[in-house]
C-alpha cells in the first residue's frame, strides 16, 4: 500500500520573488531522477512540506503543459512558508500531490471565459490560463478575459506572463489595482469595479463561464457583478481556501457540510456551493 | 460446546482464555481516575468488566493521540513508521464503541485513499463487546440507530442473558476467535432487544436531519451555545471523532512528522493563514460539530457520526447536552 502521507523529495530549481515588498516568491520543482512527473489538472493543489518544520498547501501555479517543472507561489506568513522562501536552487523540499479537483477543463471547452483572480489567488488561474492559451489547447475555449488585481502596482505577481498575455490578440487582459503609485498608468479600482468594464464579452461558441478566486471580500462583491452579466450560478467557478492539512478527506479541517475542500474541491460550482451550509459562500 | 457464559466467573475465564494465546495484545477497560478506559491488559483482574462503559474511548488503539507519520534520523532520509501490529483484541467495548469504529473505518479506511496507519491495526483488531443490560442516564444509541444489542462493528457479541451472556459470533474472525480462546458458537438463540431497557424515546434521524439543515441560520444558535468553553473535551472523549493536525518536531535526536488529534471546537481549527476564518465564533463552532455528527456524516459516510455514547454529555464542564441541542434544532421528540 502506497503511503499517501510520504513525501516525493523534489528538487528546487529556481525562487523568485514576486512582489516588491519580498512577501510572495515563487519557487519551481522538478522532480527526482527516475521519478516520472505527475499529470495533473490547472487548480489542483499539493502539499509542501520541509521535515522538521511542517507542511502547508499551495495551488500549483503552473500549467501542466510543462509538467516537468512545477511552481508554488507562496506568501510569506509563517514558519513553513518562511523556511520554503529561504529554500535556495538545488535544496531539497517534500511534496505530496496533486490533490483536489482542479477546474473543470472538460467543462469548460467551447466556452466563453472570464477568469477573474485577486492577490495571492491569482496562482492557479495563472495555472489554467497558461494552459487554455497553449497552441494544443486554445482551439477548445472562446473568447478569454482574465481580469486581475492587486492592491498595489508593487504586489502584482507573474509579471512576465502579464506582459505576454498583454500583446496576444487571442485574450483580453485587465489588470487593476487598488491604490495606484507614481509610476502607475493601468486601471485603478477594485476586481468587481473591472469586472462591470468587461460586460462587452460577447458569448461566441457554448455560452461564458467565469473562474473566480480571491479573497472573501473580492468574491462577494464580484459574484453579483457576474449575475447581472448573465452568468447562471453552474457557469461560476470559485477556487476555495481552506486550512486543509491530510489533503486526503481524512483529517476534517477542510469540512464544508458533506464534502471536503481538498478531495471534492478547492474548485465548486456556484451552484454546488450555494447547496452547502453558507460559511463559505 | 459452550455457547453461554454464566457469571462473572466465566467471564474473567474467558478474558484469560484470550491472554493465554501466544502472540496478542488485548485493550480492555481498566480503571483510570475515577473513571476507566481501554488500555492494554496483561493479566485479566486487571480489567473492570463490571464498568458500565469506560470514560475514555477505545479511539486510540486505531487511531493513537498522538502518532509518528515518518521519522528521520540525523543525515538520513525520512522513513514512513506504519506500523505491523500483531493480532489486538479489544475486550468489552460497549455496542456504541463498535459502532464508533465502523465509522472509524468508513474515514480513514473508506474513500479513494486508505489511510495505511489506521488500516494495518484495523487489520489486526478483533472486537469482542457486551451488551448493556442498563442504559446510563446519558445514553442516547437508540437516536443514532444504536442499540444495547447493536452487533454492528463488533466480530462476537456477549448478549445478556439472565446472569450470564449469549454468545453471539459476528463475524468470521470472532468465530476464529472463540474457536482459539475455547468457546463453542452460539446455538442461535439471541435475546430480545425489546426485553432490555431502551436509552430513551428514539429521535427519527431523518427528520432530525432535515429539521437541522432548516435551522442552519437559526438566531437561536448563540444564546443556546454561549456557555460553551470551546475546551474540545466533547471530541476528545468521542469515539468516533476523527480530525487531526500534522506538525514537525524533535523527539530524541530524530526528526518526525506526527498527527495528533485536534478538535473542531479549538479556535485555530479552521483559521486560514491570512487570519480569515469561516467559522470565528464558538456558536459556528459548535453548530458545526452538530451538524457534521447529524448531517453531513449522513451524506460522505451513510451513518451519523455519532452513536449516541453519552461521554460528551458527561464529560462536559459547563453541562452543555448535545440531546438538548439536537431537540431544539430538530423540533419534537
Known sequence: ?281 | MTDTIHGRESLVRLLEGILAMPGVTVYAPVAEGDGAAFDRVLSASEALLDSSGAVRPPRQILAPMTETLLAMEPGGSAVDSVPAPEPTILFGARPCDARAIVFLDRVYAGGDRIDPYYAARREALTILSIGCREPRATCFCTSTRGGPLSVEGSDILLEPSGEGWIVRIITERGASLVGRAGLGSSDGRVTDPAAFPQAGAPRDLSALRGRLEQAFDDPRWEALTAKCLGCGACTFLCPSCHCFDIVDAEEDGRIVRSRIWDSCQFKTFTRQASGHDPRPTGADRYRHRLMHKFSYCLESYGMPGCVGCGRCVEACPVNLDIRLLLDAFGGER
Not at chain 1, 50 to 60: H, R, Y
Not at chain 1, 72 to 98: D, M, N, Q
Not at chain 1, 235 to 261: H, N, P, T
Request: glycine share 14%; hydrophobic share 40%; net charge negative.
Open chain 1, 1 to 281: 500500500m502506497s503511503n499517501p502521507y510520504a513525501p516525493v523529495p523534489m528538487r528546487v530549481e529556481k525562487s523568485v520573488t514576486e512582489t516588491e515588498d519580498g512577501s510572495i516568491r515563487t519557487i519551481s520543482l522538478t522532480f527526482p531522477d527516475g521519478t516520472a512527473p505527475f499529470g495533473f489538472v490547472p487548480g489542483q493543489f499539493a502539499e509542501l512540506s520541509i521535515l522538521g518544520v511542517g507542511e502547508a498547501p499551495f495551488g500549483i501555479a503552473s500549467s501542466p503543459m510543462s509538467p516537468d517543472m512545477l511552481d508554488f507561489t507562496i506568501a510569506r506568513v509563517g514558519t513553513v512558508t518562511t523556511e520554503l522562501h529561504y529554500l535556495e536552487p538545488g535544496e531539497s523540499v517534500g511534496l505530496r500531490g496533486p490533490l483536489g479537483n482542479g477546474y473543470p477543463v472538460e467543462g469548460l471547452s467551447g466556452r466563453d471565459l472570464l477568469v477573474i483572480g485577486g492577490g495571492f489567488g491569482f496562482s492557479t488561474l495563472r495555472a489554467f490560463t497558461n494552459y487554455a492559451l497553449h497552441p494544443g489547447n486554445r482551439g477548445n475555449f472562446g473568447g478569454i478575459t482574465v481580469v486581475y488585481g492587486a492592491r498595489n502596482p508593487g504586489l502584482l505577481l507573474y509579471r512576465d506572463d502579464l506582459c505576454d498575455w498583454a500583446a496576444r490578440d487571442d485574450m483580453n487582459l485587465v489588470v487593476t489595482v487598488d491604490r495606484a503609485d507614481e509610476g502607475w498608468t493601468g486601471m485603478t479600482g477594485t476586481v468587481p469595479a473591472a469586472v462591470e468594464k468587461v460586460k462587452g464579452v460577447k458569448s461566441v461558441l457554448g455560452g461564458r463561464a467565469a473562474l473566480v478566486c480571491g479573497p472573501p471580500a473580492m468574491i462577494r462583491y464580484t459574484l453579483p457583478v457576474l449575475a447581472d452579466l448573465g452568468l447562471a450560478p453552474a457557469d461560476i467557478f470559485l477556487s476555495l481556501e481552506m486550512k486543509m492539512k491530510c489533503g486526503i478527506g481524512k483529517c476534517g479541517r477542510c469540512g464544508i457540510g458533506g464534502s471536503y475542500a481538498c478531495t471534492d474541491g478547492p474548485v465548486y460550482s456556484l451552484e454546488r456551493l450555494r447547496g452547502l451550509p453558507g460559511e463559505f459562500r
